[in-house]
T-cell receptor, first 109, second 113 residues
């Protein structure tokens, strides 16, 4: 089967750096995506790693290691508006995303 | 560009009924995917349509079906509703080729009583 595990909750303070991990057990992923979802909102795309290594997009960076079946999302200079749920998702082809269990990030002042 | 729209936003049905949900993708997008989101199971893939053809399907019973029209709008249907079908149903659109970003709509909140 395909499964992606994430910590259920992470807390941090404004201005800090936080890392959200994603470990997966599967084969056939073309890459790993990350999505952000605020309460009551729709998931929004943050980043995609097709290859091993680090991808940087502004305050957000994402990392993938296929050999370790592991990825992470790094959020820098945390802001209150970053409080949301974050999902990793494996891209399996034909637009099918297999989502992780999700991590709720709570940013405090 | 207008975003992905879904109608209705909220729906209440009773067990045994059927329901049809609608999704209008971003203009120019030919792929529409559907997902079910519940607190217990998280976000799960239902199916994906591209140019009116179902290209991929998740592990849901046959009560869940969908279709896509020539203008790329998509509908999903759930027949013989069960209490466990209560969920947020999200659709996502993309160009459907080599792109990796999907654009999600606000979802339809379905409650089955």
């Amino acid at each position: 089967g395909q499964s992606l595990e994430q910590p259920s909750e992470v807390t941090a303070v404004e201005g800090a750096i936080v890392q959200i991990n994603c470990t997966y057990q599967t084969s056939g992923f073309y890459g790993l995506s990350w999505y952000q979802q605020h309460d009551g909102g729709a998931p929004t795309f943050l980043s995609y790693n097709a290859l091993d290594g680090l991808e940087e997009t502004g305050r957000f960076s994402s990392f993938l290691s296929r050999s370790d079946s592991y990825g992470y999302l790094l959020l820098q200079e945390l802001q209150m508006k970053d409080s949301a749920s974050y999902f990793c998702a494996g891209n399996t082809g034909f637009q099918k995303l297999v989502f992780g269990t999700g991590t709720r990030l709570l940013v405090s002042p | 560009k207008a975003g992905v729209t879904q109608t209705p936003r909220y729906l209440i049905k009773t067990r045994g009924q059927q329901v049809t949900l609608s999704c209008s993708p971003i203009s120019g997008h030919r792929s529409v995917s559907w997902y079910q989101q519940t607190p217990g199971q998280g976000l799960q893939f239902l199916f994906e349509y591209f140019s009116e053809t179902q290209r991929n399907k998740g592990n849901f019973p046959g009560r869940f079906s969908g279709r896509q029209f020539s203008n790329s709008r998509s509908e999903m249907n759930v027949s013989t509703l069960e209490l466990g079908d209560s969920a947020l149903y999200l659709c996502a659109s993309s160009e459907g080729l080599a792109d990796n970003e999907q654009f999600f709509g606000p979802g339809t909140r379905l409650t089955v009583l």
